[in-house]
């Protein structure tokens, strides 16, 4: 018998393996350390959910009914007003604007929802967070990293930029950005800007898609991608949200109606309450300033190059040799990266480290990196 079914493509043969399991020897060898494991591997949030975020998820508790896709009306309208407030986007109407269950469904996901296949391109950046690739793999097309668009070789159909970027942190101009507008108008491309780290910009300031000085004012064609997870420490919500061109929003809204992909009714609100305040993000981008202020100057010390890192929770470091050598050393201190080849294609000499643990696991990594000193 075929255990899949006759003809029946096996959908996880076309992904690669999932990165952080290939990482565990050496996540076992730092965790011995006899002062503990400090994990710099992963971009979860450590800090508690602001409290008000809280009260708003438990008052909304008594959710019987179904939530709808589309949110409240009170939630499409925080989420406009926040990006016209924040991000400097033009005055749009709720048919733009569309909740979603973390930005990392959205990203897995948004190829196969717009309808892409084998005969669409898909562009991404040349070294980028996983799942733009893998979106792309689930959707059957094909996939081209492109880092500027005079890199793109063939007409694409959809376009993922990343500011600040995972895991570089690089932080794109509005010139920058106007040329991949401009780019993906000329082709007829959907062009996605992921910019859920737009909060954390230390050397540059980071600029929305949706930003009038970037699109003048007309949203067609663009997506911006935002999520609460870091801005508001509400990772275990998985809440999201997708804003721009409302042809396209209302497409993705029908066939995730279709498909029941739908936030839930506390969560929805639980974001709506923490759009309003920006108080609580303020102080998470200071304690995340403070922590690279400990653990930056310390990686320079003991050899380190930091590479772009103008921005988001990560440092792009380097020290000249291939990353798992360098993962492997870090893993003897008892700090555990990630390896850049999580995020090129080959080999790199890079790996990043997170700005994501507490106060004082930052500081025993900077005293555990000056002792090699």
């Keep these: 018998m075929n255990p899949v079914g006759g003809g029946r493509r096996v959908v996880s043969a076309t992904l690669p393996a999932f990165p952080w399991d290939t990482i565990e020897p050496a996540k076992r060898r730092a965790a011995a350390h006899p002062d503990g494991l400090v994990d710099l591997s992963v971009g979860t949030p450590v800090d508690p959910t602001p409290d008000i975020v809280r009260r708003a998820l438990s008052d909304a508790s008594n959710a019987h009914g179904y939530p709808q896709v589309w949110g409240t009306p009170e939630l499409r309208r925080a989420i406009l007003d926040h990006m016209s407030a924040r991000w400097g986007a033009p005055e749009l109407d709720e048919r733009s604007v569309l909740p979603v269950i973390g930005s990392k469904e959205l990203v897995a996901w948004l190829p196969t929802q717009l309808g892409l296949g084998p005969d669409c391109l898909v562009v991404i950046p040349a070294c980028a967070y996983p799942t733009y690739r893998v979106g792309a793999l689930l959707a059957g097309a094909r996939i081209q990293e492109a880092d500027s668009p005079a890199d793109v070789e063939e007409v694409p159909s959809l376009i993922w930029i990343n ?3 995972n895991p570089t942190g690089r932080i794109l101009s509005v010139s920058q950005m106007r040329e991949w507008v401009d780019f993906a108008r ?11 780290y737009g909060e954390f910009g230390w050397d540059a300031e980071p600029v929305s898609v949706l ?7 007309d949203v067609t064609g663009l997506l911006a991608c935002l999520s609460m997870s870091k801005r508001s420490n509400m990772a275990g919500y998985r809440a999201g949200f997708v804003v721009g061109d409302p042809l396209i929003a209302s497409e993705l809204l029908t066939v995730r109606k279709h498909s029941g992909m739908m936030l839930p009714a506390p969560v929805a609100e639980a974001m709506r309450v923490a759009l ?19 653990l930056k100057p310390a990686l320079e010390r003991a ?8 921005g988001s929770l990560y440092l792009w470091a380097t020290r000249g040799e291939d990353c798992r050598v360098t993962l492997d050393a ?3 201190l008892g700090i555990l ?8 294609t080959g080999s790199s000499e890079h790996v990043r480290i997170g700005l994501t643990a507490s106060d004082e696991r930052i500081r025993v990594a900077a005293d555990r990196l000056d002792a090699t000193g």
């Design 163 to 165: 500011s600040p970027a």
């Design 186 to 196: 000329r082709c007829g491309a959907v062009l996605a800007s992921d910019e859920c």
């Design 211 to 217: 930003d009038t000085r970037v699109c003048d004012g």
């Design 276 to 294: 309003e305040d920006p108080s609580h993000v303020a102080e998470q981008r200071d304690r995340y300033l403070n922590r690279r202020r400990v």
């Design 303 to 310: 050899g380190f190059r930091i590479d772009h890192s103008e």
């Design 330 to 332: 870090l893993a003897e």
């Design 337 to 344: 990266c990630s390896p850049g080849d999580f995020y090129v």
